[in-house]
């Protein structure tokens, strides 16, 4: 199915770059996954918002320029404000919120409502999939790195209304948070991660998802209570081999505490019904 969620919109893609409608702006920025060549949309050459990965710059038509200030869009009950970026993104990843339904049915389970839901979001970036649980009544806490990312994410949760939501902001590297959090004891129902392939804490810690994902993943697994609902690891890096990352976790934590796990591709479908990669995520069901 197309998605159009959010006043979001998947047009085309191929050749190496996806053209999309988001909050009534037409975008074309690269993307890894659009192999294929284009389905021909009319709508190619027409773009508001053109980026250059070449030299990270983006070129804006004049009557997208004044629109900017104000670039939103609303899903779910959870506004989010949209700005380009020097790294080619815009403040959203529309291929996640696919997994919002499984985690609120999942959080559920037994429970009238998720008010007594704690979540540890990791590399939480701007908080969609912070506010959408939080709306819903989980305890969230959300950390990132950056410390801009994470004040994006708290004038996204002011939009959305949510000011008073039971959500703690975090500007903390995530290893060095989730090993402070195994020292003392805290423990958590459900974690999410969706980790960069590469990058930097806020101590310039060093970042390498095929070095240290396992040992972060570890370390996640002794935060889980006994009231334990899921782990969801999301992310666009290529060259991770989730099968063997849940046989390292089986060796490490145990088969009988890893939960059941389920392996899909993050995908959007464009106007043609298309079907585009959009990276991975990796379910651990309790």
Known sequence: MQCTEGNYELIDFGNGRKLE????????????????EPAGSPLWGT????????????????????????????????TLKLRPTAAGQIGIFPEHWQ?????TNVLQQNENDLSSSRVLSL??????????LASRGAQVTHVDASKPTVAWA???????????????????????????????GNQYEAIILDPPTYGHGTRDEAWDIHKHLVMLLERCWELLSERRKFVLLCGHSSGVDLRSVARELREHVGSNQLGKNSIMQASLSD????????????????
């Open 21 to 36: 409608k988001v909050g009534g702006l037409i975008l074309c920025r690269p993307c890894p996954g659009a192999k294929k």
């Open 99 to 103: 997994q919002w339904d499984w985690m």
């Open 154 to 184: 708290r004038e996204n949760s002011q939009q959305s209304n949510l000011d008073a939501a039971p959500i703690r902001w975090l500007v903390e590297d995530a290893v060095r948070y989730v090993e402070r959090e195994c020292k003392r």
């Open 47 to 78: 773009e508001d918002l053109l980026f250059d990965p070449q030299t990270g710059s983006w070129t804006i038509s004049e009557s997208a320029k004044s629109q900017l200030n104000h670039w939103s869009i609303t899903t779910r009950g959870v």
């Open 123 to 132: 590399f939480a970036y701007t908080g969609a999939t912070t506010l959408f």
């Open 271 to 286: 106007s043609y019904e298309r079907i585009l990669d959009c990276g991975f995520a990796s379910r651990f069901e309790f």
